[in-house]
């Protein structure tokens, strides 16, 4: 007792105790980090030289004139920055993919609502039903492209079955004022299985005990849905909703293989412009500017959604 006090009169503290020192780890912990880094380098490697790298040489590229036919490439500042935001025709592809998106999103995300409450029944043979809403998710994208384009011809199965009718169809993939349309609905129907199965999931997840208190509180099955199952399904909206955002701003195939941007520009959007800069003009740099504006898109609306779920998502975990 006299000690410490004449050590804390001189301004000595007493030394640390033993408990606070950080033990060293033993020989098997460090094994087991060896083993963890071990399993995790892969992924990290692979990350790195197929994803991190590549957008950084896009990052790159987009300063640069480089043309890959002559290849010859120079530095261009922010000439190809400058170019996009006085090209015309850039203007109209965003106009196309901004149309594009506001139709394919809510579409994915109802029409995978629908499936899914349509689907989510105790009935024989319902997984029949289940199975062929989400077969279009696991064909091809190609073979369902190719598919589609033989049906929406102008003398194609769609017009012959209009026809039986006494409809005359218009050339669906030739007519301007169509043509938008015909993709969004082949691109909708090509995802929405996912979006079913997802929200599936959510649906059968929802507490039975919820559900039938509402309804013996007299709430009718519109008033159950509403105000009780979709505040409980709202993560699985969140994510949809993400996933439908990221799917429609990166959609390439069914423009490249059903009109290739055409009638008239009237369905160039942005994956399938950046693929034509970049492979059909060979202005590489060219394409990796629009390719950095795609992505900071893509990162903003994200992170719009991200940031706005506090709004009106409930029941996270």
């Known amino acids: 007792m006299t000690m410490t006090i004449e050590r804390t ?7 640390p105790p033993a408990a606070r020192r950080r033990p060293k780890r033993s020989r098997l912990e ?8 071990a399993f995790v380098a892969p992924v990290v490697l692979g990350f790195l030289v197929f994803v991190a790298l590549p957008i950084l040489g896009v990052f790159a590229f987009s300063f640069q004139d480089y043309n ?5 490439s120079s530095f261009a500042g922010v000439d190809n920055y400058l170019d996009l935001a006085t090209n015309g025709v850039f203007a109209r592809v965003l106009g196309n993919t901004a149309i594009f998106s506001a139709f394919v999103i809510p579409a994915s995300i109802l029409l995978g609502l629908a499936l899914a409450v349509m689907v989510n029944q105790r009935i024989r043979a319902i997984s029949i039903f289940r199975t062929a809403y989400f077969v279009p998710v696991v064909i091809s994208l190609v073979a369902w492209s ?5 049906l929406l011809q102008d003398q194609g199965g769609i017009n ?9 169809g218009p050339n669906w993939l030739a007519d301007k004022n169509v043509a938008m349309t015909t993709i969004i609905i082949v691109q909708v129907l090509k995802g929405v299985g996912v979006s079913m199965i997802l929200f ?16 013996i509180d007299g709430a009718g099955r519109w008033q159950t849905f509403r105000h009780v199952v979709a505040p409980l399904i709202t993560p699985t909206t969140f994510m949809v909703a993400i996933l439908a955002t990221i799917n429609s701003l990166k959609a390439f195939a069914q423009v490249y293989l059903l009109t290739e941007g055409g009638p008239e520009l009237s369905t160039a959007i942005l994956g399938y412009y950046i693929y034509e800069q970049a492979f059909k003009a060979f202005q590489v740099g060219y394409a990796s500017t629009a390719a950095v504006v795609l992505f900071a898109i893509v990162l903003a609306l994200t992170l719009l959604q991200w940031w706005s779920r506090r709004r009106w998502v409930f029941n996270e975990s």
């Open 9 to 15: 009169a001189r301004g000595t503290s007493p030394p």
């Open 30 to 37: 460090r094994i087991d980090s060896l083993y963890g880094y």
């Open 68 to 72: 890959t036919l002559s290849g010859r």
């Open 160 to 168: 012959g079955w209009l026809a039986m009718i006494g409809i005359e």
């Open 200 to 215: 599936l999931a959510a649906l059968q997840d929802v507490p039975a005990e919820l559900v039938e208190a509402a309804r």
């Open 146 to 150: 190719l598919v589609w384009d033989v």
